[in-house]
């Protein structure tokens, strides 16, 4: 445990450990507050987190790529931006 003082604005520093990171400060009470790591997922990006199954096939992609299982075939730039045309924004 470590005493620290607040500046005259109320701020606090965390030291280096901390540094550049997103943190949680959640008011326990008039006297307690917890201080928690996070990490941010933008929210554009938010359903493939809570698709397990679009999840599932990106890792397996990942993992496909990362063992030289690439496709011979180049993408279908016509049919991806014909899919584009039709998905809303």
Same mark, same amino acid.
């Given at each position: 445990?470590?005493t620290?003082?607040?500046?005259? $604005? =109320?701020? #606090?520093?965390? %030291?280096?450990?901390?540094?550049? @990171?997103? &943190?949680? &400060?959640?008011?326990?009470? *008039?006297t307690?507050?917890?201080?928690? #790591?996070?990490?941010?997922v933008? /929210? @554009?990006?938010?359903? #493939?987190? /809570?698709?397990?199954?679009?999840?599932a096939?990106?890792?397996? %992609?990942?993992? /496909?790529? @990362? /063992?030289? $299982? #690439?496709?011979?075939? =180049?993408?279908?730039l016509?049919a991806?931006?014909?899919?584009?045309? @039709?998905l809303? *924004?």
């Amino acid at each position: 445990m470590t005493t620290k003082t607040t500046d005259s $604005k =109320g701020r #606090l520093t965390l %030291g280096e450990r901390f540094a550049n @990171r997103t &943190v949680i &400060v959640e008011e326990i009470d *008039d006297t307690a507050v917890r201080i928690t #790591l996070a990490r941010v997922v933008p /929210e @554009r990006e938010m359903w #493939l987190h /809570e698709n397990r199954a679009a999840s599932a096939a990106v890792s397996r %992609g990942l993992a /496909e790529a @990362r /063992e030289g $299982k #690439l496709s011979s075939v =180049g993408p279908d730039l016509a049919a991806d931006a014909a899919l584009a045309d @039709r998905l809303q *924004d």
